[in-house]
C-alpha cells in the first residue's frame, strides 16, 4: 500500500519581496515554486519549513502561521497516479536576505508579487500564493 508523502514548505516575506526556488528535479523541475521538502521521521512540519528554507536558500526565516494544507498529485504520461503529496504551507518573515541557493535548487530568488506571475509556477505554489492574498 503506498501513503501520501508529507512535506512542508512556506511563503517568506520580506522587505515586500517573495522568495521562490526553481526546481531543479521533479515535481515541477524549471518551474518556480515555494521553498520546502519532505518531513523528516521526528520533525515537526514547521521544523521542516525552517530548514527546508535554510538548506534551498540560505535564508533564515519566522514563522508566523499556519496558511493551509494542499495536495499535489503526480501522475504519469497516461494519468496514473505516481506520487501524492501532502504539503503543509506556512506565511513566515524572512530574517536575513542573502540568498545561497544549495545543489537542491536551480536557482532562488526574491521577487515583487507583481512579478511573480509571469513565472510558471508549480500547481500549489499558484494556490498557496492566492490564499495568502497575492
Known amino acids: 500500500m503506498q501513503t501520501p508523502i508529507l512535506a512542508s514548505s512556506a511563503i517568506v516575506e520580506r522587505n515586500g519581496k517573495i522568495l521562490l526556488?526553481?526546481?531543479?528535479?521533479?515535481?515541477?523541475?524549471?518551474?518556480?515554486?515555494?521553498?520546502?521538502?519532505?518531513?523528516?521521521?521526528?520533525?515537526?512540519?514547521?521544523?521542516?519549513?525552517?530548514?527546508?528554507?535554510?538548506?534551498?536558500?540560505?535564508?533564515?526565516?519566522?514563522?508566523?502561521?499556519?496558511?493551509?494544507?494542499?495536495?499535489?498529485?503526480?501522475?504519469?504520461?497516461?494519468?496514473?497516479?505516481?506520487?501524492?503529496?501532502?504539503?503543509v504551507c506556512f506565511l513566515s518573515k524572512g530574517l536575513t536576505e542573502n540568498l545561497k541557493p544549495d545543489e537542491e535548487v536551480a536557482d532562488a530568488s526574491w521577487f515583487k508579487p507583481e512579478e511573480i506571475w509571469k513565472l510558471p509556477l508549480v500547481s500549489t505554489t499558484i494556490l498557496a500564493l492566492k490564499d495568502a492574498g497575492y
Open 21 to 87: 526556488i526553481k526546481r531543479k528535479y521533479e515535481p515541477g523541475i524549471g518551474k518556480w515554486a515555494l521553498p520546502g521538502g519532505i518531513v523528516e521521521y521526528g520533525e515537526t512540519v514547521e521544523e521542516t519549513a525552517v530548514r527546508e528554507v535554510k538548506e534551498e536558500t540560505g535564508v533564515d526565516i519566522k514563522l508566523e502561521k499556519l496558511l493551509g494544507v494542499y495536495n499535489l498529485m503526480v501522475k504519469d504520461e497516461i494519468g496514473n497516479l505516481k506520487k501524492q503529496f501532502v504539503i
